[in-house]
């Protein structure tokens, strides 16, 4: 019999961030979209009904806006590792699967960004 999991999710995150490395990205913010899978180490067991017997998402999503919001950075890779290392150190979290998307970088609409996925190494 399988264990089953859980993944808690984020998705649709918008934050402003300075982030780029061509000169028309420096010195303004843009819109980052953050989406996050979390792969839980749990046992496939039901959890009990109080918000310290999982990750607070809420914690997660103050932590990403913190990060966005804390000085320059040059590319989405960059600010994808700094939000699975904020995700993974937590024990609990077992995987992140986190994908950064420049939602204003070119005028037609054309979204761009990387998905990455870390493991925990403490876990």
């Known amino acids: 019999m399988s264990e089953g999991g859980r993944h808690i999710l984020v998705r649709d995150l918008i934050v402003p961030c300075e982030i780029g490395v061509f000169p028309h990205e420096q010195g303004t913010k843009q819109r980052v979209r953050v989406a996050l899978t979390l792969d839980m180490a749990e046992g496939g ?12 998402y809420g914690d997660i999503i103050d932590r990403v806006r913190e ?12 600010l994808a590792e700094r939000i699975a290392a904020i995700c993974l150190a937590d024990r609990r979290v077992r995987a992140a699967t986190v994908r950064v ?4 970088i070119y ?10 996925q870390r493991f925990n190494e403490n876990g």
Request: charged letters at 30%; proline letters at 5%.
């Open 45 to 56: 067991q039901p959890i009990e009904d109080r918000l310290a017997a999982t990750v607070s």
């Open 101 to 104: 998307e420049k939602l204003d």
């Open 67 to 78: 990060l966005a919001d804390g000085g320059r950075i040059n590319l989405v890779e960059t």
């Open 107 to 116: 005028p037609d609409g054309t979204i761009v960004g990387v998905e990455i």
